[in-house]
């Protein structure tokens, strides 16, 4: 048996498209009947009339499949535009997320300290608790979260991934 390895490749996508109701279903649908897994989603109106919204994609795949999605996004009536960040070249990406930590005695002093590091601000305190806001690469996220873990992380909720290209051009 030959099993064949594809190179998967993560890229962002930036979608522009109608406020209209049942876009953002439409493009779920279309990942889900092709296979395709969604890592990362964000929508968000864009235009002060409320007409447009951007969705940000984070996705993975071999570049076949990335092709494809690209040209499948395109050929949706509501969509306007679909831009490759990753192919594009250098962007930013950020995400935000609130992380709980429960801890008392050292335990507590060390998430402190952590989010300090990490500049994780902390938006909610009980004298059990702490809710820690924090905005960052992805990579950086992971790795607080990670760190959490060990000092009493009790819930995580995270925004998903939004991204810009560099420079003074838009999307």
Do not use: C, W
């Amino acid at each position: 048996m030959h099993i064949q390895h594809r190179e998967q490749e993560r890229h962002v996508l930036a979608v522009t498209v109608d406020n209209d109701p049942g876009i953002l279903a439409k493009i779920a649908g279309l990942f889900t009947a092709r296979g395709y897994n969604i890592d990362s989603l964000t929508v968000a109106d864009i235009t002060e009339n409320h007409r447009v919204s951007r969705i940000t994609i984070v996705t993975h795949g071999p570049p076949r499949v990335i092709d494809q999605i690209h040209a499948q996004l395109e050929r949706l009536v509501p969509v306007h535009k679909v831009v490759d960040l990753t192919e594009q070249g250098p962007h930013v990406e950020r995400e935000l997320a609130l992380v709980k930590v429960a801890g008392k005695g050292d335990n507590r002093v060390e998430a402190l300290r952590l989010a300090d590091v990490y500049r994780a601000k902390v938006v909610d305190s009980t004298t059990q608790s702490f809710i820690f806001e924090i905005t960052g690469a992805p990579e950086k996220i992971d790795s607080f979260v990670a760190l959490m873990r060990e000092l009493g992380l009790v819930e995580v909720g995270r925004t998903g991934i939004v991204g810009m290209m560099r420079g003074p051009g838009g999307v």
